[in-house]
């Protein structure tokens, strides 16, 4: 947290077909996400996972481990925490069709 914004890390995953991050798949390209105000360390802590609607701004080089590496830096519009347990991602309503045979 800086004085007037809130940079954050970014580690970017393809997405599936309800916008969830796909855990299972290689991170793709590193960026810095710029937020206004101020983002509470204890929820936006490393291994969490953000969704994000925003402008990239520009580049920023920064170092990842001992390389040098250009980030792009994005301007957040719309800032989305996903809940720490990934079995909470999924609340949509289930059914099911079977036949079940009783003996």
Known sequence: ??????????ASYPLDRADRPRLKRNAGVRFVLEHPGF????????????????????????????????????????????????REWDRGPRFGVGIGISL
């Open 1 to 10: 947290n800086l004085e007037d914004h809130t940079e954050l890390v970014v």
């Open 39 to 86: 983002l509470e360390p204890a929820a936006f802590r490393p291994g969490r996972f953000v969704s994000v609607l925003g402008r990239v701004e520009g580049l920023d080089e920064r170092r990842v481990g001992d390389y040098p590496y250009k980030h792009p830096v994005m301007s957040a519009e719309d800032l989305y925490l996903w809940p720490a347990d990934t």
